[in-house]
């Protein structure tokens, strides 16, 4: 290991005396980084490490935690290293790590710099190499050791190891079981190849032919397609999205996150072989943009919740482009642009009706596409690619029967269903290649289109028109109740499956507008803009509380919650949501009612404050949003003024006192 990147400088091996929970750990280090240049803003960092642990927690097996991050704060790829007598919880399932690594890699970290992290990330996982680490006298040693001076040697298989296999070689040996693995995380760092090299010990212990291609941010080496096409089995163990993932279609797929090569990856070679014993041809679900890969001993509601939120994530930019267009049709033209004829037919060029027209109806075919969309990508989250074909066939099925936006969940249900039940069936290995291609996606649109036309589509559309008849007739206490519940939606993920559910369920109803349905969209884009406009406030009147880092991201927040970007809001949330989430909650409640009290109508999908000119009553409008935001600022305040309160007087209050000490710098 480059010797720039660690020295004794960077190394504590007594820091219990410094920190007891992973954020104490994680500054104590980082401040050896500061000292030396390497990082240029503390709590920027530390922010930055905070929301790579957020997504995943980087305790390992084995007493090692490597938090670690990309950052702009970073100058130069640095690592710092910490040994812990009592032990740091890192979320490893075993229990405290006594072994810290902290990882920094600049925004624009180098292939070379980067290469060198894997080669470490690798050798965490050599027992002998993290004894070593333990038993090093001091700092100098430690360090030594760790930029490989005196790495140790893998051990080899002893002679008693070997000699089953002697006799076995004796009796002409089958040919080894092949499988080839993908292994990524989101940083691309440690997880990645920390993961390749378990499957790999796994597999030698196994006698398992293996080959992985390490998606990490150090580049990979992508495999042939002859070593694909001679696998027996393939395993993804990922985060983030397999890249060129329909190379392996065909072959039986383990599918599990990253942690889990790391933690047992015995286990899932054996049930790779299985897979392949049975002949099952699977095609697990891809993670999404809102989606990451989980392990396959996921509740059946944690699945279900990925896969309706890959359909709304993929829905969401027709939204956006189609409903803007149809606004800006009517802002030029009028609320009678609807009735204009077809622009194919009828354009003036110099006529700004004609003009309006276009954008009209340009974005009412984009808005045509919602239900497909969102069904076809319902399917392709349960069952790859092979569900797109169904999913779309039962989206435009649910359009035609006018069964909206339930029958587009539905049907994309159903179409992803019916895939996995088909990749189940047993298949003789000559058909396994055309199966994603051809043979699945024909007998599931027949079926999928089927039970739609006839069987679940005309109760769904019955539920559909009673459910529009319902929104239309609310009036007085109802619609304020409507309102806060979607106002509590909306601000309670802060851009989460809640806050896409009740979005989807409002532009659903753009797809056939009524009064009703105007109304909803209206309190549901009020709402989503409280909490980001609310932490822009409260980092201006009460700076005090926030860090430094929030106050700056408190800056961005009032242009990103004019917008009606809600998830400008999260990063004060992933800091302390304690605090953060019921007092935007409380704000978006208030929002929502108000709005449907004041039956405020918004025929744009999106846009914030942007697109007031559009929206009925659009005073009382900006009034709803003003009081949610006031109510949100207050709480947010009174809940951090409290808590700084209660962890000064350290009575009761140590838990906070904690956080504060993780997020607020000490004074010099």
């Not at 435009?396 to 006018?402: E, K, R």
């Amino acid at each position: 290991m480059s010797s720039e990147m660690i020295t004794a400088d960077l190394v504590d091996l007594e820091l219990d005396r410094s920190a007891d929970t992973k954020e104490a750990a994680a500054r104590a280090l980082a401040t050896r980084m500061v000292t030396l240049g390497r990082v240029t803003d503390l709590d920027g960092f530390l922010a930055d490490v905070a929301a790579r642990e957020a997504q995943m927690p980087t305790g390992l097996d084995g007493g090692i935690g490597i938090p670690h991050c990309r950052s702009a704060h970073v100058t130069e790829p640095t690592l710092a290293f910490g040994r812990s007598t009592t032990g740091i919880d890192f979320g490893a399932p075993d229990g405290p790590a006594d072994l810290i690594f902290l990882i920094a890699a600049p925004a624009g970290a180098d292939d070379a710099h980067l290469t060198i992290l894997s080669s470490l990330a690798r050798q965490l996982m050599n027992a002998e190499f993290t004894d070593a680490l333990r038993a090093a006298p001091d700092a100098e040693s430690a360090a030594a050791l760790i930029r490989g001076e005196d790495p140790p040697t893998p051990a080899s298989v002893d002679s008693s190891s070997a000699e089953p296999d002697s006799h076995a070689d004796k009796a002409a040996p089958a040919p080894p079981f092949r499988i080839v693995a993908v292994t990524s995380c989101p940083t691309g760092i440690a997880h990645t190849y920390m993961a390749a090299e378990s499957l790999e010990n796994a597999a030698r212990a196994e006698g398992v032919e293996l080959t992985v291609e390490t998606q990490g941010s150090a580049g990979f080496t992508r495999l042939t397609a002859e070593t694909i096409e001679a696998a027996d089995a393939v395993v993804f163990a990922h985060d983030v999205p397999v890249r060129d993932k329909p190379r392996f279609a065909g072959k039986p797929t383990v599918d599990v996150g990253v942690k889990a090569a790391i933690n047992r990856p015995a286990e899932l070679l054996a049930e790779a072989r299985e897979k392949a014993a049975r002949g099952e041809v699977t095609a697990p679900a891809s993670p999404t943009p809102v989606d990451n890969a989980g392990d396959s001993g996921d509740s059946y509601g944690t699945k279900l919740r990925k896969w309706l939120m890959s359909g709304v994530s993929y829905m969401v930019p027709f939204v956006a482009a189609g409903g803007l267009l149809i606004a800006l049709g009517f802002a030029i033209g009028g609320w009678k642009i609807d009735k204009a004829p077809s622009v194919a037919e009828h354009f003036i060029w110099t006529d700004h009706t004609s003009w309006a027209a276009l954008l009209f109806q340009i974005g009412g075919l984009a808005f045509a596409f919602l239900v497909p969309v969102l069904a076809g990508y319902i399917a392709y989250g349960m069952a790859d690619r092979p569900g797109l074909v169904p999913g779309f066939v039962g989206g435009s099925v649910a359009v035609t029967i006018d069964a909206g936006f339930l029958g587009g969940l539905a049907a994309g249900l159903l179409a992803g269903a019916v895939v996995l039940g088909i990749q189940r069936v047993r298949i003789p290995p000559v058909l396994r290649g055309i199966m994603p291609v051809v043979v699945i996606p024909l007998i599931s649109a027949a079926v999928v289109g089927f039970l739609m036309f006839l069987v679940v589509g005309k109760p769904i559309a019955s539920l559909q028109s009673a459910l529009t008849d319902w929104l239309e007739g609310l009036t007085g206490a109802n619609a304020v109740i409507l309102g806060v519940i979607l106002g509590l939606m909306m601000c309670f993920d802060l851009g989460g499956p809640l806050n896409k559910v009740a979005y989807a369920f409002a532009v659903g109803g753009l797809t056939h507008p009524t009064d009703g349905s105007l109304k909803v969209m209206a309190a549901v884009m009020a709402a989503g803009m409280v909490p980001p406009l609310a932490m822009a406030l409260a980092t201006t009147v009460r700076g005090r509380l926030f860090t430094k880092t929030e106050r700056e991201n408190g800056k961005a927040a009032w242009f990103l919650g004019a917008s009606f970007i809600t998830e400008g809001a999260i990063p004060f949330a992933a800091a302390d949501p304690l605090r953060v989430i019921p007092a935007s909650m409380a704000g978006g409640a208030v929002t929502g009612a108000l709005s449907m009290a004041f039956g405020c109508t918004l025929r744009a999908p999106h846009g914030g404050v942007f697109v007031v000119p559009l929206i009925g009553q659009p005073l009382l409008y900006l009034v709803a949003i003003a009081a949610g935001v006031c109510v949100s600022t207050a709480a947010v305040v009174l809940l951090k003024g409290a808590r700084r309160t209660a962890g000064a007087a350290g009575d009761g209050g140590l838990a906070a006192g904690a956080a504060d000490e993780a997020r607020v710098p000490v004074a010099a």
